[in-house]
């Protein structure tokens, strides 16, 4: 049904950016404005999930013109789902930032994050390819900012690594993007189902949705585009690490199902083939990785690169359990990072140290942490009943359905190395005699880990409701009639 819900969290961005910087240099009128437009952002997304959950399909026809001539935003089950994740951890990351940040910085920090926000909920919500190009580059340059904005030398070499393999990436999607249209004649995504159909070539429109899927898989920081990560995500701020491993990798791998499941199921089949192997080495060689760290930040880093492996593992399979599968983890994982960027943060301040093996006695000193981390650390492993074990249980059980013997043993491997890792890690950080920390860590941060901590249980306790709705957005993604009867129809 026609709706301006879809394109609303959209123009809240836009308008939280201008208005932080319009209005925000004064701390209180600063906070006053950010939570308002963080508050109205979730509201939207509420909204939206309410609606889509009846079975909804809310569209926006700009200027009230049909696809082609006119650009659709769409929200469907699927979308609102992932939205309601991005929304979750993007406020987690707000008030980190606002806890955290430098008072002079912070209005432009605000800006920066409202920016990132647009582009995430346009990637999301838009229904055309090239637009799905346009906010990906959008929450891209917001990135690249948010991780450099310290302007220290390492923040800025992480940001330019970033942003170097962000650009040659999107002049290959760009160039994917042409192609798919040169073989179509559209680029809306309602009409690429029946416009696969009817595909002279298909080998070639293949390679031209690889060039497409490729800046999407680094956004979801997949094999071998991974590499970027580590350094962006552990060099930059404690907020900013939350919302880029909790929200940003999710919308790539979003992006990365929602353009195969758009087509005729012959194109996700063929894309499997390459996106299961990519997937399960993503989730071993990251995790392998993740074992060697002794800075915590990037062991998380590494960690939030193997953990996509199951994302795209699960999307890959282009089952109704498979994707909702993918549902689910993503979910689970990104209230899991969310909460150990947030302990980390937290310790890092407290001790005075990023390497945990030098973070001894923290349960000691701060107890409340040490539990948070504890309860974060073992969801991470996958440990019943947390929310890391539903996605991860979720995974596996669709990839046994599909008898992916091999994919599923790679997944149980990199699951039984992060648990030993993230084992040895809180032993260290717990662990030791108790002393002095170097400084009381502050009672938002405090707060924030404890909540995201206690999220986490939640989910695991209540991952019922979570699957169910997984499971009725696969329906409607996989049959896709509904979602091209509104956008297309009258």
Known sequence: MSSPLPILPLLLGFGGATSVLALGRHPWRLRLVVALFQLALVAAILLILQRTQEGTILVHRTGGWRPPLGIAFVADRFSALFGATVAAISTAGVAYALADAEAKQRHRIMALFFMLQAGMFGALFTGDLFNLYVFVELFGVASYGLVAYRGEPPHVEAALKYATLSLLTSVLMLMGIAAVYAQTGTLTLAALHEASIRIASPSLYLFSLTLVLTALALKSALFPLHFWLPDAHSIAPTAVSIVLSGAVVKVGGYGVLRVLFSHDPWVGEQASRILLPLAATT??????????????????????????GYVIAGGALGSIAGLASAVVHSTAHAATKASLFAVAGAAEEACGERRWDRMGGLAARAPLLAIAALLAFLSLAGIPPLAGFSG????????????????????????????????????GMAGGPGGDLA??????????????????????????????????????????HDYRQAVLGP
């Open 439 to 480: 400084r009381p860590p502050s009672r938002p941060k405090l707060v924030l880990a404890a909540t995201t901590a206690l999220l986490v249980v939640l989910l695991g306790l209540g991952t019922g409701p979570l699957l169910k709705a997984g499971r009725a957005a696969a329906v409607q993604l996989l049959d896709g």
């Open 392 to 427: 991860k249980f979720a995974v596996f059980s669709a990839l046994a359905d599909r008898e992916a013997w091999l994919t599923l043993v790679a997944l149980v491997v990199a699951s039984v190395t992060i648990l030993v890792a993230a084992g040895r890690i809180w032993l």
């Open 283 to 308: 989730a071993v060689g990251a995790a392998w990785m993740a074992y060697a760290q002794e800075d915590l930040k990037r062991f998380l880093a590494y960690s939030t690169a193997s953990q996509m």
